[in-house]
């Protein structure tokens, strides 16, 4: 399975719209970095699904969404929590250090229900 891309058209939905922690991948097709993270990424979205969502976003194809994301060099994951942003990580990173980075911002806390009294 491969990441899903991430427009300026579905950001909205994809992005905002959830309840899952997401992590976006900003990458090109012509950086071996961005690649190299890619499989690791979408491992841990695998391994986590009922609370983290991975995407990416090719910021040669939408410079106008990675400006708006302020994203100066590829890789970057922007990480998302309830429509805001909690986090980056910057630079390549293998799986294990990924996991661990993300796990420093929270993303694969379990959420508990409220109990009612």
Do not use: H
């Not at 309840?19 to 961005?34: E, M, N």
């Not at 990480?79 to 929270?106: D, F, M, N, W």
């Amino acid at each position: 399975m491969a990441l899903d891309e991430i427009t300026a058209v579905n950001f909205e939905e994809r992005v905002l719209n959830t309840a899952l922690a997401v992590g976006i991948l900003c990458w090109t097709r012509t950086d071996a970095p961005s690649r190299f993270m890619m499989p690791g990424l979408e491992e841990l979205a695998q391994e986590n699904t009922d609370v983290f969502r991975a995407v990416r976003l090719n910021t040669d194809d939408q410079p106008v969404l990675a400006a708006a994301l302020r994203v100066p060099d590829v890789p970057t994951i922007v990480v998302y929590l309830e429509a805001r942003e909690i986090g980056r990580i910057e630079g390549s990173k293998p799986r294990k250090q990924l996991l661990r980075e993300l796990a420093e911002l929270g993303v694969f806390r379990r959420v508990r229900p409220v109990r009612k009294s």
